[in-house]
Nanobody, 119 residues
């Protein structure tokens, strides 16, 4: 069955770095665009970064441009989010999403991983 599992979250001081991983299985990973979303307490879920199926194109929310980098390893069925220069406002639950051609019936989510940026 389809599985999308995030890992790598935790507590980090402002200015620090974390690397999130998302391991996928149960579908043809190399055909899916992969994205990271986040949701802070009391706020709506927002798109953080997206990478196309072949990895040739990436997009970022303005709030993370220059600090976060999304990448993927199709051989390992894994997508990453390298987060540098973290700020307290980056505190949120981070979710991994897999989507095929924008279709709702081929749209998979992980359970999320908590990232807390605090001194």
């Amino acid at each position: 069955q389809v599985q999308v599992v995030e890992s790598g979250g935790g507590l980090v001081q402002p200015g620090g770095s974390l690397r999130l991983s998302c391991a996928a299985s149960g579908f043809t990973f190399s055909r899916y665009a992969m994205s990271w979303y986040r949701q802070a307490p009391g706020k709506e879920r927002e798109l953080v970064a997206t990478i196309t199926a072949a990895g040739g194109n990436t997009n970022y929310a303005d709030s993370v441009k220059g600090r976060f980098t999304i990448s993927r390893d199709n051989a390992k069925y894994t997508v990453y989010l390298q987060m540098n220069s973290l700020k307290p406002e980056d505190t949120a639950v981070y979710y991994c999403n897999a989507n095929l051609w924008g279709r709702s019936d081929f749209d998979y989510w992980g359970q999320g991983t908590q990232v807390t940026v605090s001194s």
